[in-house]
């Protein structure tokens, strides 16, 4: 498992390159290890067989020279391809080449044959433009051939910095990457792209990430702790969560989001609504206590009677008018909230309001959890990588943004950012999302601050899922795997 959590971007990672030579370490050096980093990798992974290096004009394909020269020397039939005149390498690149003792082909789509495997070292992670012409014909010949191909860095093709395939992209089945992990091997499409993914160290000093002052994350429990029970505690103590009901046909979501945030370890939840609704729910839960409630006007009250810690609202609360007005009480009364599903779209028409709304306690958590249609109503479309279009809406909105899929995003206002990405296909089911909102309100309830109870609720529920392991996943079963999980965690 790679255990270093922090991402760097492209142009990051160039930094990193360049505060390293500052320091005193060699560029060649660099790439040198690069390099031979690949070649060990596919001598361990592919012991026998003929190679094939594909090498562009960059840096990249300085790399694929080193690791080509490594594989001769250990033995290895090479071949290796340059889509690029000879001439126009320079650095260490060129010096590299000048040390490979085989021959240079010119790069040729129809000749990939014989290889048993090919090192893909055309493009690097810092790609700008779409791919096209012979260097797209190349790479999907590559994806045709059949061949299995170690990447150098990321799959030639797929931007590091958002995960897109521009153009086209190399089907990897392992990447090899340097120092650091790139955002492209977290977000989606790019993932799926890079196969098993291998992080490698040359020598770049980890004392440069003080310069660099990162703000990206992979997700996982080295960056959050959950909230520790107190021997003395009770169960206001472990925090008050309140979750509002949908109409008597609509009250599903809302109960699972309750009866996530009780698994979530809140100690109290309390679901509030209309009469009718409540006695729908009455034949479903036990635990979990119902509060009526009549309109926004009756909600502050029942939240200062009853020590709510954190109010959720959103599950088929539905949109219109009456949900406008529950959350704006909700936003002016509850310490902690979060905001999901109906409880957003409602604002699609008028969003600054919610957000002046939210601006008025900038200190309490608020946590806006849309998947992307529902961020698209709420924002407007937005340009840019999934990590830049959730920290525009955090830093707008005032709130956590979650942007959720299967890489779900989490941001805050500051700036702060992690890409999630343990999450199984299973959770693209009904009421997943319910479950979620519920376990980061659950965690709110207990005083985790709002990107910390973000971060840690979409982890869980995507570890959840995986102790799930089969088909067949509904939404109900989610509730129940949480326990297993924190108590994994709590061992730790």
Known sequence: MISTPVLLTPAEMSRADQLAVAGGVQSFKLMEAAGTAVADFVADRYPEGHVLVLC???????????AAEKLRQAGREVRLMLLADKDRLNGDAALFADIWKG???????????????????????????????????????VNASGIPVVAVDVPSGIDGATGQVRGTAIRAAASVTFFRLKPGHILLPGRARCGDVVLAQIGIPDAVMDEIAPSLWRNGPGLWQLPRLDPEGHKFTRGHCMVMSGGPLQTGASRLAATAALRAGAGLVSLTGPHQSLLVHANHVTAIMLKPSDGAASLSLLMAEHRVRCFAIGPAAGVGEATRANVMAILDGAPAVVLDADALTSFKDDPDTLFVAIG???????????HEGEFERLFGPMQGSKVERARSA??????????????????APDGRAVINDNAPPTLGTAGSGDVLAGLVAGLLAQGMPGFEAACAGV??????????????????????????????LASQ
Not at 360 to 370: A, F, I, M
Not at 394 to 411: E, M
Not at 461 to 479: I, K, S, T, V, Y
């Open 56 to 66: 562009g004009p960059g840096n990249n394909g300085g790399d694929g020279f080193v």
């Open 103 to 141: 021959r240079i082909e010119p790069a040729d789509a129809t000749a990939l044959q014989p290889a048993d495997v090919i090192i893909d070292a055309l493009l690097g992670a810092g790609l700008d433009r779409d791919v096209a012409g012979e260097m797209a014909d190349l790479i999907d010949a």
């Open 360 to 370: 008025k306690h900038p200190d309490r958590p608020v946590v806006l959890t849309p």
């Open 394 to 411: 955090a830093k707008r909105s005032g709130a956590v943004l979650l942007l959720k899929g299967s890489d779900t995003v989490v941001a």
């Open 459 to 488: 982890w869980i529920h995507g570890e959840a899922a995986n102790r799930w392991g089969r088909p067949g996943l509904m939404a109900e079963d989610l509730p129940g795997l949480v326990p297993d999980v924190l108590a994994e």
